[in-house]
């Protein structure tokens, strides 16, 4: 963020009240939604559907189904044999892959406009006709299994991010790896991945996604005649189980001789657009100011953290803060530091905590706020002119929960944010006893006086 910022700012006075993303949308007799945005630059289409299952929805021992079955669904249907989609969509030069998360399993293929009915056709045709048997399952399994120790297993800070999620989400669901806990993979079996399927994948229980050079006009008829002929089965509505209030702060430090760079975190509960801190309401327009909030405190290199870890007192090669606005449950504002070579990790503490005392204090000024208003602009303009980014930030919002009427609604809330909100945000949420500490580092020594608890 904030490098756009330069060339941009033309462009964002011209374009603020432009800004709003038009939709086309419909819903099946199904229960299918339909999303089209109109994107008539190049003749190609990115379609993607998107289920409201994710691993936020898997129960304890049965971790990593959700992304297990996203494996699956490239494993052919008596129509279509594995490989065909690829092949297909390989030879029309075009893209596909899919995705998993905490709140959604979502699957796209980026083709030629007149390319669209076949991915229809086979999209369609996976959403309920898969062929899972053993011989495919067990295979995948293992599959998983070996993607599991090539990437977290393999990488110590996976290692040590997957303990900070499960001892900040001790409770809720968003503690458990995405992937699955290994033991979880080993166990589960070919019926665990039906049963999943069968609950989940359904045509009322996922959205379509459209970006491209299409109109609802044209997709309408398209839609029906591959998708409006599946059954709606019966989902069961998701379950938000809020992550209760717990008593104090939360601090994980630990050493790991494979870690060449120490990291130091601090990540606050925050509510997202969705939903509040362990339950609470969700309050209007306040996860518009975290964001504001999130871009002066460490947006960029001009934010207050850079300055002054990293420009001021050179205690930091990087030093900036995150906000997670749009999940189905309740999110984190982190700050994330990486100290210079050289530096003990305990001087990080301190530096980013005068740096937030100083926040909470005096509050943000008029001129951080018009910037950071000015650079979230830019950056939403610059994001939208890509298809698949626009596609991919509506899914989200979609499967989190989020209508499409109400996918803009942070822009006018932007215009109309006051300093004194996001100071008031600062205030309620960045409160140190709420918040997870957590710092890895690669010897004893690298974290000077911080003691290591894990
Ligand atoms: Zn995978």
């Not at 109109?38 to 049965?62: I, Q």
């Not at 717990?246 to 601090?266: I, Y």
């Not at 305990?346 to 950071?372: F, H, N, R, S």
Request: charged letters at 25%.
């Amino acid at each position: 963020m904030g490098r756009l910022v330069a060339v941009c700012v033309a462009l964002v006075l011209m374009s603020v009240k432009g800004m709003a993303m038009e939709f086309e949308q419909f819903e099946l007799k199904n229960g299918m939604d339909v999303v089209v945005v109109r994107d008539n630059r190049v003749p190609v289409v990115t379609h993607s559907v998107w289920y409201n299952v994710g691993a936020m929805d898997e129960l304890p021992g049965k971790t990593g189904l959700a992304h297990m079955t996203e494996h699956l669904m490239f494993k052919g249907t008596p129509r279509h044999p594995a490989g065909e989609m690829d092949k297909l969509v390989q030879r029309k030069g075009g893209i596909q892959n899919a995705f998993t998360s905490y709140d959604f399993t979502a699957y796209f293929q980026k083709v030629p406009v007149q390319e669209l009915e076949s991915m229809m056709d086979l999209e369609s045709d996976r959403m309920v006709n898969l062929a899972l048997n053993d011989e495919v399952f067990q295979p995948e399994r293992k599959v998983v299994a070996e993607e599991r120790k090539l990437t977290t297993d393999s990488n110590p800070q996976d290692r040590f991010n997957e303990k900070v999620m499960r001892a900040h989400y001790a409770h809720h669901t968003y503690g458990h790896p995405i992937i699955g806990w290994a033991a979880d993979i080993a166990g589960y079996t070919k019926d665990d991945a039906v049963a999943w399927y069968r609950r989940h994948y359904a045509p009322n229980n996922a959205t379509m996604i459209l970006v491209g050079d299409v109109t609802a006009e044209y997709i309408r008829p398209l839609a029906e005649k591959y998708y409006g002929k599946l059954k709606p089965v019966d989902v069961p509505p998701r379950t938000i189980d809020p992550e209760p209030m717990r008593s104090g702060p939360l601090e994980l430090v630990a050493v790991d001789a494979q870690v060449k760079v120490p990291s130091w975190a601090v990540m606050y509960r925050a509510p997202s657009e969705m939903a509040g801190v362990a339950g609470e309401k969700v309050v209007a327009g306040e996860a518009t100011a975290l964001w504001v909030l999130s871009e002066i405190l460490g947006g960029g290199d001009t934010a207050r953290l850079y300055q002054e870890l990293v420009v001021s007192k050179g205690l930091a090669d990087n030093a900036y803060a995150t906000y997670d606005r749009v999940r189905a449950a309740e999110g984190t504002f982190d700050v994330m530091v990486q100290p210079k070579v050289g530096i003990t990790v305990d001087k990080i503490g301190p530096a980013v905590d005068a740096v937030l005392a100083k926040l909470l204090k005096t509050g943000v000024t008029e001129a951080e706020l018009k910037k950071a208003k000015t650079s979230i602009l830019a950056d939403e303009i610059y994001a939208r002119d890509d298809g698949f980014t626009s596609m991919y930030r509506l899914g989200i919002w979609l499967t989190a929960g989020g209508k499409v009427a109400d996918f803009d609604r942070w822009q006018s809330e932007l215009r109309a944010l006051t300093v004194g909100q996001v100071s008031t945000v600062a205030r309620k949420y960045l409160r140190a006893d709420r918040r997870t500490l957590a710092v890895l580092a690669g010897s004893k020594a690298q974290l000077g006086n911080l003691r290591v608890t894990e």
